[in-house]
């Protein structure tokens, strides 16, 4: 059974830093796993904010480029986000997901979300 465990979540002042991190288990039967980190701010759709491919691409959202920088640890199955020069807009829950791929199957798999506030 995959479990995904976020970590990294507060209330930080504008400017401010946080680094969110993701820890997966039980993939063994998931060879390709792309990483990603999404959000929702209160009364928004939930957006795409990085990916960290399988092969290391990596891809932001034009709203975080610059501010933010997506990893990986793969010996430990685990993806980060740091979150630089932070502000109000960046306010939201944040969710990791991790995509499976093997054999032309693709499964999602979602983090229960952590909360992230900005405050001028």
């Known amino acids: 059974q995959v479990q995904i465990v976020e970590s990294g979540g507060g209330s930080v002042q504008a400017g401010g830093s946080l680094r969110l991190s993701c820890a997966a288990s039980g993939l063994n039967n998931c060879p390709r796993r792309d990483m990603s980190w999404f959000r929702q701010a209160p009364g928004k759709e939930r957006e795409f904010v990085s990916v960290i491919k399988n092969d290391e691409t990596i891809t932001y959202a034009d709203s975080v480029k610059g501010r933010f920088t997506i990893s990986r640890d793969n010996a430990k199955n685990t993806v980060s986000l740091q979150m630089n020069s932070l502000n109000t807009e960046d306010t939201a829950m944040y969710y990791c997901?991790?995509?499976?791929?093997?054999?032309?199957?693709?499964?999602?798999?979602w983090g229960k979300g952590m909360q992230v506030t900005v405050s001028s």
């Open positions: 997901k991790i995509l499976c791929s093997s054999l032309g199957r693709k499964r999602e798999y």
